[in-house]
């Protein structure tokens, strides 16, 4: 290859890509329709009907500002989940319009103070029901008296092109989930309070167990958390 080859063929490479680059600066970017409320937290693409990148869906979470007293601030927490459609990514499912795992803030009476207090995060998404699909995994965790309770919402793909809670985990006071090494399961960590035990005094602090979906249900080992 002669030096005049070489410098064309990387002539051409760089007015390749800066065309690229001036196409995608000129792409319009998709709106969200409606607007995520407040600030966007965290941001997730998600694959619920298949891997593709086309056919994933953006999954916000966001908070916004409702009271403040004391130099303290409360606010409300929302999980949006879109879906692309008519050059847009329009609204499938949004908590807490549509359900949980979050709450309505409201003001307690006579009070400068708003329940449930609140605080969420996106876990991240799986293939825990079949391979070629994956579902999204979000913690929360709300306080209205004492340490309040968490949960773990597993949403996945529903009929008529949308999404919602496929199932729950909950406890009192604290519970954390993170993805399996296998990538197709959680593993779940927080006290475990037998029948009788008080929140005080959990029966086991640091409680382990695994989620996995198989044979059409949810099944958890060793049983420490409730799984709706």
Avoid at 158 to 165: A, M
Avoid at 168 to 178: F, R
Wanted: aromatic share 10%; net charge positive; with cysteine.
């Amino acid at each position: 290859m002669t030096k005049t080859t070489l410098a064309f063929g990387l002539t051409f490479i760089a007015t390749f890509c800066a065309a690229l680059a001036a196409s995608a600066q000129m792409a319009p970017a998709r709106a969200f329709v409606p607007a995520p409320p407040g600030a966007i937290v965290e941001r997730q693409l998600v694959g619920f009907n298949s891997e593709g990148i086309a056919d994933r869906w953006p999954v916000l979470l966001s908070k916004k500002l409702v009271g403040s007293a004391a130099g303290r601030r409360f606010y409300q927490w929302y999980l949006s989940i879109y879906a692309p459609k008519r050059g847009a990514y329009r609204l499938r499912y949004e908590s807490p319009g549509n359900g949980g795992p979050l709450s309505r803030v409201t003001q307690a009476r006579d009070a400068t103070i708003w329940f449930p207090m609140q605080e969420a995060r996106i876990v991240g998404s799986a293939p825990l029901l079949r391979a070629g699909i994956r579902q999204l995994i979000v913690a929360s965790h709300e306080i209205g008296a004492d340490c309040g309770g968490a949960t773990i919402t597993i949403f996945g793909a529903k009929p008529g092109n949308t999404v919602g809670p496929i199932a729950t985990v909950t406890n009192p006071c604290d519970l954390e989930a993170k993805i399996g090494a296998d990538g197709a399961s959680l593993i779940l960590t927080g006290p475990y309070y037998a029948a009788n035990a008080p929140l005080c005094c959990p029966t086991n602090a640091h409680a382990t167990a695994t989620l996995r979906y198989s044979n059409g249900k949810w099944t958890e080992s060793p049983k420490y958390f409730k799984v709706d």
